[in-house]
Each structure stands twice: as C-alpha cells, then as structure tokens.
C-alpha cells in the first residue's frame, strides 16, 4: 500500500515592509494636509482681495492662461478695472449708459498711452484685450514688417446702439454694448499709413502685417471678422469680446 504524500510546506512568509514606506505614507499626508491648508489661505485671501488678487499685468506675454484669464475679467468689473491699473493704463471711468432694449453699458472705460486714434470708450473687457493686441500683436508686427512703431489706429468707432448690419430687426450687435472695435488703418512712425481697404490684397509687407493683426486678434477677440469675412468688413476689422467664436 503506497505511504500518503507529505502535507506540502507552508508558503514563505512575505518579505519584511522596507523601513521607509512607514514614514514616506506619513510624510505624504502631511505634505497633503499641508497643501490644503495652503489652499484655503489662498482662497481666503481671494475671497477678501479679489481685484488685487486676481488682476494680471497685460504687459506679460500672452500664454496658455491668457484666454481665461480675459473671461474671468468679464465675470468681475472691479478685477477687469484692477488688471488695467495694473498694467500701467491709467483707465479713465466713463459716464454709464443704463441698459436699455439691449443697449448701454455701465463698465465703459476710456484708455490712456495706447495708439487708438481717437480714443473710444470701450467696455472693460473689450478694452483689456485691446491693450494685449496692441503690445503684443499689433507693435511686434509694425517692427518686423517695416521696422517701425504703431503711432494711431484708425478705427471706425465702438459704441452703436444698433442691430447687426443695421438690420431693423434681428440680434443686437456687440456694438450696441460698446464690446467692439472695427479698425480701419495703421500709421507708422515713418509716416506711411498702411489702411484694410486698400492694402488688404496687397502682396508685400502691406498685405502680410494685417493678416498678422488678423491672425493675433483671433486668439484674444471672440470674433474676428476681415474682408475675406463679407464685403461688408471690406475696409476694417471687426473685433469683439461676445460669447461667438469666428476668424475669417
């Protein structure tokens, strides 16, 4: 008769835990705890100082936080108005016009030290992306297209309490909340005045520096509309901070 076969060997114990992981776990809560903490001050401090705290120099260069950055200034008139101080702009509050069938504004600035010729009153917002587009599109093309500064932008106005292509019916424009800007030239320091009507399909460095302005626009504008848009925007851009998303 065959013997029975031996009870197979218990299984190894599991190694030992490294002397470490204990005090790695501990460090990593009170690293985590720590964070929270940090997290309700800065909030706290937010929540007590939010233009301070949240306004944002528009002489930085534009990056990947730029966008919302623009869109939270719309949400808070007292940090949009912060941000333009802050940027050296020295806004000058215009009179409010009391909301009224889809017309007016009570947040319309008029801006200092910027090439807007002459300066129109713009809502916060519209005016804080504006300065971006000037600093940081509209000289850096002036400079490598002919070597030269932007000293007026020509423009066609902002504020009409008006419909879209002053239809008698229909949606309002973004005009009719001062939240546009049609540009129309640009002088140079050297004197030449480049303008969209007549050098829009020019092929040298005329017609290349306004699809830079276009192409600049269309990353801090909503809307960005050109002559390749309608005949309508033959002779100027149009620009403005509404909820649309268009570059043409």
């Known amino acids: 008769m065959d013997a029975a076969p031996p009870d197979p060997a218990p299984p190894p114990d599991p190694p030992p835990s490294p002397p470490w992981r204990p005090v790695a776990g501990r ?27 949240l306004a944002f120099d528009l002489n930085a260069t534009p990056d990947a936080f730029t966008g919302l950055r623009l869109r939270l200034l719309t949400l808070s008139p007292g940090v949009c108005a ?11 509050p215009a009179a409010p016009r009391p909301l009224s069938e889809g017309c007016g504004y009570d947040d319309g600035v008029t801006l200092r030290g910027l090439a807007l010729a002459p300066a129109p009153v713009m809502r916060c917002p519209m005016a804080a992306s504006y300065a971006l587009f000037e600093r940081h599109v509209l000289q850096p093309a002036a400079e490598r297209r002919f070597g030269a500064r932007a000293v007026a932008v ?3 106005g902002t504020y009409a309490c ?6 008698a019916a229909g949606r309002r424009s973004q005009h009719a909340t001062a939240n546009a800007l049609d540009i129309a030239s640009v002088r140079l320091s050297t004197g030449r005045v480049i ?3 007549g050098q829009w399909d020019d092929g040298g460095a005329a017609g290349l520096f306004l699809r830079d302005l276009r192409a600049g626009a269309c990353g801090l504008f909503g809307t960005v509309l050109s002559p390749d848009y309608n005949a309508a925007h ?13 570059c043409r």
């Open 82 to 92: 912060e941000t333009l101080r802050l940027s050296g702009l020295s806004p000058a």
């Open 154 to 156: 020509g423009h066609f």
């Open 162 to 167: 008006r419909n879209v292509y002053h239809r």
């Open 195 to 197: 303008t969209v009507a």
């Open 27 to 53: 460090l990593l809560l009170t690293a985590l705890a720590g964070l929270a903490v940090v997290a309700g001050v800065v909030a706290a401090l937010i929540a007590a100082e939010p233009e301070r705290r």
């Open 234 to 246: 033959a002779d100027h851009f149009h620009m403005d901070r509404g909820m649309a998303r268009i």
